[in-house]
């Protein structure tokens, strides 16, 4: 798989603010291509909303962001959607239990055949469209680091008895099939050992190194990532008595900025 250009991310005083008050607000960095960028904050403060707003997932109601030059909010959340994927989000973007690790990649070949193939892709003859996406399977397997043959069943596992960390393996080889410029992961260390996640940041690294832009929620950034913090304003908003930036649930939050999705 040869890896793809990755994309600058930007943010100016970026805010989404809902019925029951703000998802997150006052977000500033600015990220180079193929960098790794940590969204950290406590659960609740708004992380997995920037996500999909940085995304083009998500309306944001102050402030702005570019992806790629693309800005955003505006008309061009669909081109910032098409340039980037969506890893592992609960809620959003999440395995199928009942599908084993063959099925979901099988899946995902068929999908990205159907909405992203050329019409000579298409025309192909069966044997060479199979071969095609052996391959995309064998390179996106890979680049996420998830070695078959180190499962029980091999791609007849299932998914509900994968490790959390095979499964972020396999969310991340899904999205990585359609070549993103920008990946994005929910809950990165959420479950994890040490060692565990110590190796879904390497593989994270890994990714930003070959060329993709990674953004990575989590609770704790490592040292070597360009840390992007969620919750410091409105907690200080809160202190000031600012009732719009209330103590509100990550459910809470996650489905009063969903509201906003469909204006994305």
Request: charge should be neutral; charged fraction near 30%.
């Amino acid at each position: 798989m040869d890896s793809p250009q990755g994309a600058a991310v930007s943010a100016v005083d970026f805010g989404l603010k809902g019925p029951r008050g703000w998802a997150f607000r006052g977000v500033d960095f600015a990220a180079e291509p193929g960098t790794l960028v940590a969204i950290e904050g406590p659960s609740g403060s708004g992380r997995t909303c920037l996500l999909l707003a940085l995304t083009g997932r998500m309306r944001a109601t102050q402030g702005h962001a570019e992806v790629a030059g693309l800005r955003l909010p505006g008309r061009r959340a669909a081109a910032v959607r098409r340039i980037s994927a969506l890893g592992p989000v609960p809620g959003v973007s999440e395995l199928d239990p009942a599908f084993t690790v063959g099925e979901h990649l099988r899946e995902r070949v068929l999908l990205q055949r159907r909405f992203d193939g050329s019409l000579r892709s298409l025309l192909r003859p069966r044997a060479a469209r199979t071969a095609m996406a052996r391959a995309t399977i064998d390179a996106a397997l890979d680049a996420a680091g998830l070695d078959l043959t180190d499962l029980p069943k091999a791609e007849r596992t299932s998914v509900r008895d994968l490790e959390r960390l095979e499964a972020m393996r396999l969310s991340a080889a899904l999205a990585l099939m359609g070549g993103p410029r920008l990946l994005a992961v929910d809950d990165t260390d959420l479950k994890l050992s040490a060692a565990d996640r110590a190796e879904a940041w390497k593989l994270l690294r890994t990714l930003a190194d070959r060329g993709t832009t990674v953004l990575a929620v989590c609770s704790e950034a490592p040292e070597d990532t360009l840390t992007v913090r969620t919750g410091t304003r409105a907690d200080a908003s809160v202190a000031d008595g600012d009732p719009t930036a209330d103590d509100m649930t990550t459910e809470e939050k996650r489905a009063d900025a969903s509201a906003e999705t469909g204006r994305a």
